[in-house]
C-alpha cells in the first residue's frame, strides 16, 4: 500500500525550538522525526511514500533520496503553501497503485496497525476510515462524534477532553478526492475542507478508535517528550 506524508507546514510553532528545519526534520533521539515516522510505516508493509513537501523541502530530499529502507520515496513539492488539503490534492497525482491509500501527518507518530485499519475500512464500505485516539486536551485536535458502528456522524471545531479524536493516520479511498469544489491551487485543510465537504456530500467516512502510542510534534512542550514515546520500539 501506498502512503502520502503530509510534511510540507511552516512550522511556526516550533520554530523557538527548531529554527533551521521543516518540522518533520526535528531530531529526536539523534534522527529526523520523519525518520522514525516512515520507519514504523515501513514495517506495516507500505510500500511506497509520497512526501507532500514545501518548506525547505531540499533538506528533506537531500535525507531520504530515492529511497527509505528499500522503499520507493517519491516527492509532491509545493510551488506555494496549500495546506494539508492541498498537498493531498497535489500528491494524490504521484500514486500509482490503484485501490486504497494511507494518508500520514508528517508531523504526528500514531501507533495504528495497518492491517486492522484495512479489515475495519473494507468492512464498512468505506470512503475514508480515520485512526482516532482519546485526546485529554481541549480544543487542540479535531474532535469526532460516531455512532456505535464507528460512522462519523460529525467533526467539531474544538475537540473536549476524552472525547475520540483525530490522530493524523487516514486510509482513504481515491473517490474521495475526484469531483470536489474546492480542487483549486488556493491553500486548503484536509479535515476543514475536504473531509467536511465529503461529510456534507453523503460519503462514507467512519473512525477506528486505537489504543497504540500517540506524539504530535506541533508545539515545544510535546516535542521535547517525543523521545520518551519514540524510544520503546514497537
Known amino acids: 500500500m501506498e502512503a502520502i506524508v503530509l510534511a510540507g507546514g511552516l512550522g511556526t510553532r516550533l520554530r523557538a525550538a527548531v529554527p533551521d528545519l521543516p518540522k518533520p526534520m526535528a531530531p529526536v533521539g539523534g534522527r529526523p522525526f520523519l525518520e522514525h515516522l516512515l520507519d514504523y510505516w515501513v514495517r506495516q508493509s507500505v510500500t511506497r511514500f509520497v512526501l507532500s513537501v514545501g518548506y525547505k523541502h531540499e533538506?528533506?530530499?537531500?535525507?531520504?533520496?530515492?529511497?527509505?529502507?528499500?522503499?520507493?520515496?517519491?516527492?509532491?513539492?509545493?510551488?506555494?503553501?496549500?495546506g494539508t488539503g492541498g498537498g493531498l490534492l497535489l500528491a494524490r497525482a504521484s500514486l500509482a497503485a490503484a485501490g486504497p491509500f494511507l494518508v500520514l501527518n508528517g508531523d504526528t507518530f500514531f501507533e495504528v496497525s495497518l492491517e486492522a485499519l484495512r479489515k475495519f475500512h473494507a468492512a464498512n464500505r468505506a470512503n475514508a476510515t480515520l485512526a482516532l485516539f482519546r485526546s485529554p486536551q481541549q480544543g487542540r485536535y479535531t474532535g469526532i462524534r460516531i455512532d456505535q458502528a464507528g460512522r462519523i456522524l460529525a467533526l467539531a471545531s474544538t475537540g473536549e477532553p476524552g472525547q475520540p479524536a483525530n490522530g493524523g493516520v487516514y486510509l482513504m479511498e481515491r473517490g474521495?478526492?475526484?469531483?470536489?469544489?474546492?480542487?483549486?491551487?488556493?491553500?486548503?485543510?484536509?479535515?476543514?475542507?475536504?473531509?467536511?465537504?465529503a461529510l456534507a456530500g453523503g460519503k462514507r467516512l467512519f473512525g477506528l478508535e486505537c489504543s497504540g502510542r500517540f506524539i504530535d510534534i506541533g508545539v515545544p512542550e510535546d516535542y521535547a517528550r517525543a523521545s520518551t514515546v519514540l524510544t520503546g520500539g514497537w
Open 59 to 82: 533538506a528533506i530530499a537531500a535525507h531520504f533520496g530515492p529511497a527509505h529502507r528499500g522503499v520507493p520515496v517519491s516527492y509532491a513539492i509545493e510551488d506555494q503553501p496549500r
Open 176 to 197: 474521495l478526492l475526484d469531483g470536489g469544489h474546492w480542487q483549486t491551487a488556493a491553500p486548503l485543510s484536509l479535515e476543514e475542507d475536504i473531509l467536511r465537504d
